[in-house]
C-alpha cells in the first residue's frame, strides 16, 4: 500500500533550498543543479523578502557542503559499496560515488521530485558528456512504506552490507512517523547488514542553538514550516539519552562522530573568504554524524 501522500510531499521544496546553498562548494553537479532549479528564487521564497547577509550565506554554504561530505565520509569509512539514500533530494550524491564501479548506490524520493530529478539529471549527463551508470538507480520511495523501500533494495547484493543515509528528512517526521521510518530501515539492515548513516537526530536545544546564530535563519526556518506544515520543535528530542533510547528501544545501537573530523576539504572556505574565526564559531556548534547498527 502506497503511504505517499500530499502531506509528505511539502516537505521535499526544501531539497532546492539546500541545492541553492551546495554551489559554493566543490560538490559535484552541485552548481548544475542550482542552475537548472533556478535555486536563488527558491532561496527567495523561503526567506520571506529578507536580505541575507554575507554571512549567513558563509554560515550556510559551509553547513551544506560539511552536511555533504561528512555523509560521504562516514560511508567510506565504514567501508560498505552498497547505499540506500532515502529522500535523496537534488545532491546526486550516487551520480557522483557511483564513478567508482565498486558501488552500487539507490537514490530514492517521493515520485513528483524524482520525475523532475530524471530531468535535471538527464540535462547534467548531456552537459558532462557522462555515460550511463548500471550501478546507479532511481526509485519512488516513501520512507514509510516498507513495500516502497524493499521494491528498491533489489538492486542490491545479497549478503553485502548497506549504508542506509538521508541529510534533512528525519526531523520534520512525527514521532508516530520516526518509528516507522526506523522499523523500516532495521528491516532493512537487519536483511543486508551495515549501517544507518544520518545528521538528522538533533535536540531541541541543538536546533535552537543553531537558529540563533543568525536571524536570516529563523526567517527561512519559519518559511520552510510553513511550506513544510511540520513544527520540528513539537516533534524533536529533548535530549541525547532520549535519542540513544529511542533507537535501542527499536533494536539499533547507536554511537556518534563529530562531522568536521578532517578527512575532506571546504572548499565554501576559500570560494567564500570565510575566515577561521567564523570557521570556529561554526564548528562549535558541534553537529554530528549518528551511526546505528542492527543489534544482535
Known sequence: ????????????????????????????????????????????????????????????????EIRYKSIV???????????????????FRGLAMTEDPEYIY??????????EKQQILSRIISNHGLKE???????AVNILSFPEIESAIRHFKPNHPVAVIHEGLYHYLSMEEKERAARNIHSVLSRFGGAWITPDF?????????????????NIAQGVQGTTQRDVHKT??????????????LGFRSRISPQIDGSY??????????????????????FKIWILTVEE
Open 133 to 139: 551508470r548500471k550501478n546507479l538507480f532511481f526509485d
Open 202 to 218: 538533533l535536540t531541541n536545544a541543538e536546533h535552537e542553538g543553531r537558529l540563533q546564530t543568525h536571524s536570516e535563519l529563523q
Open 1 to 64: 500500500m502506497k503511504t505517499t501522500s500530499p502531506d509528505h510531499s511539502k516537505i521535499s521544496p526544501t531539497a532546492k533550498l539546500v541545492a541553492y546553498f551546495r554551489q559554493f562548494s566543490d560538490i559535484p553537479f552541485s552548481r548544475d543543479v542550482a542552475t537548472l532549479i533556478h535555486a536563488e528564487d527558491v532561496l527567495k521564497n523561503f526567506s520571506q523578502g529578507t536580505n541575507l547577509t554575507p554571512e549567513f550565506l558563509k554560515w550556510a554554504a559551509l553547513a551544506a
Open 106 to 115: 539507490v537514490e530514492t524520493d517521493l515520485p513528483e521530485l524524482m520525475q
Open 236 to 249: 524533536g528530542f529533548d535530549n541525547q539519552q532520549q535519542i540513544v533510547d529511542f533507537f535501542s528501544h
Open 265 to 286: 576539504q571546504l572548499t565554501a572556505m576559500q570560494n567564500l573568504d570565510i575566515s577561521e574565526d567564523e570557521f570556529k564559531n561554526y564548528k562549535s556548534l558541534n
Open 73 to 91: 565520509s562516514a560511508i567510506k569509512k565504514e567501508g560498505i559499496t552498497q547505499v540506500l539514500e532515502l529522500a535523496s533530494g537534488l545532491s
